[in-house]
Nanobody, 122 residues
């Protein structure tokens, strides 16, 4: 059974850090670009970051550039999102998302995890 399980969310103060993890089971990560999306209630999901499987290249939304870092460990079948200098506007449910291709095409989502809540207090 294909699964993406996120963890690491929680409540943190503005300026703090969190590290999200996404463990895949039922398939191997290696053939896929992987991404993180977030959704604020009442708004459309936003693509936060993506990591290619071709050369490990990464992309970031302008709102998180310089603060978030995506990485992957194919041997552990895990994707990470290090979030530093968090702001209240980063509050959202964060989803680990498998993409259809090896490169970062955020419109080509394939499979979503259940999400983990991140709350940043001011």
């Amino acid at each position: 059974q294909l699964r993406l399980v996120e963890s690491g969310g929680g409540l943190v103060r503005s300026g703090g850090s969190l590290r999200l993890s996404c463990v895949a089971s039922g398939f191997t990560l290696e053939p896929y670009a992987m991404s993180w999306f977030r959704r604020i209630p009442g708004k459309e999901p936003e693509g936060v970051s993506c990591i290619s499987t071709v050369d490990g290249s990464t992309t970031y939304a302008d709102s998180v550039k310089g603060r978030f870092t995506i990485s992957r460990d194919n041997a552990k079948n895990t994707v990470y999102l290090q979030m530093d200098n968090l702001k209240p506007e980063d509050t959202a449910i964060y989803y680990c998302v498998r993409l259809l291709f090896k490169i970062c095409i955020l419109s080509a989502t394939d499979y979503w995890g259940q999400g983990t809540q991140v709350t940043v207090s001011s």
